[in-house]
Every structure is written in structure tokens, then in C-alpha cells.
């Protein structure tokens, strides 16, 4: 079993920073492609940023420029620096990691979720 346990949420003042981490342990034999999604009450998931194994990055045009994605293939971590918040990044932050358990066997795993709060 894959187990990712998030951590780094809380509650910021607009124009603040926070910086989430995401940790994957359990039976790991490679890990492809690792992000982060987010979900708003009344609205849908959706994807903020994700990145391969070589480093190519994604992110959602409202975060570009804002949010930075990395991630440490050694210890199985992906984190999330999320700079100049605003009030509509409010969410619950989901990490996701696209796992192999053994070779060509690949499963999407998830983490609990963590909220991050932008309000004054």
C-alpha cells in the first residue's frame, strides 16, 4: 500500500505566503508524475500544478507566476510554494502521485487534503 500525508495548510492574510509538502511512502518502485489539485466549496477539483520525473512543470493560468511546484525524487516529495494569495485560492489542497508498486503496475494515489485559508 502507498500512503501521502500532506502537510503546510493554514489560514493566511491576502498577499501571504504558505508552502505545502507532500510525502509518499508505502511500496514505491518509481513514481511518475506528482501534483497538487485543489477543490473550493460548490466547486469542481481542479488541477493547480503537476510535474514529471525529469522536472517539466504544469500549472493552472491562475496560479502561473505565483505558485512554484518541485520535488525531491530521493525522498518521495512534491511541495507546493504558493506565493501572493489571494482570497480564491481558498481550498482544500489535494497532493496526488502517480505510483509504480512494481514495474507496469502503476496506481494514482492521493492524500488527505489539506485547507488553505485566504482571508484578512
Known amino acids: 500500500q502507498v500512503e501521502l500525508v500532506e502537510s503546510g495548510g493554514g489560514l493566511v492574510q491576502p498577499g501571504g505566503s504558505l508552502r505545502l509538502s507532500c510525502v509518499a511512502s508505502?511500496?514505491?518502485?518509481?513514481?511518475?508524475?506528482m501534483g497538487w489539485y485543489r477543490q473550493a466549496p460548490g466547486k469542481e477539483r481542479e488541477l493547480v500544478a503537476s510535474?514529471?520525473?525529469?522536472?517539466?512543470?504544469n500549472y493552472v493560468d491562475s496560479v502561473k507566476g505565483r505558485f512554484t511546484i518541485s520535488r525531491d525524487n530521493a525522498k518521495s516529495t512534491v511541495s507546493l510554494q504558493m506565493n501572493t494569495l489571494n482570497p480564491e485560492d481558498t481550498a482544500v489542497y489535494y497532493c496526488y502521485a502517480d505510483v509504480q508498486v512494481c514495474p507496469n503496475y502503476e496506481f494514482n494515489y492521493w492524500g488527505q487534503g489539506t485547507q488553505v485559508t485566504v482571508s484578512s
Open positions: 508505502g511500496q514505491i518502485y518509481s513514481i511518475n508524475d
Open positions: 510535474i514529471t520525473t525529469d522536472g517539466s512543470v
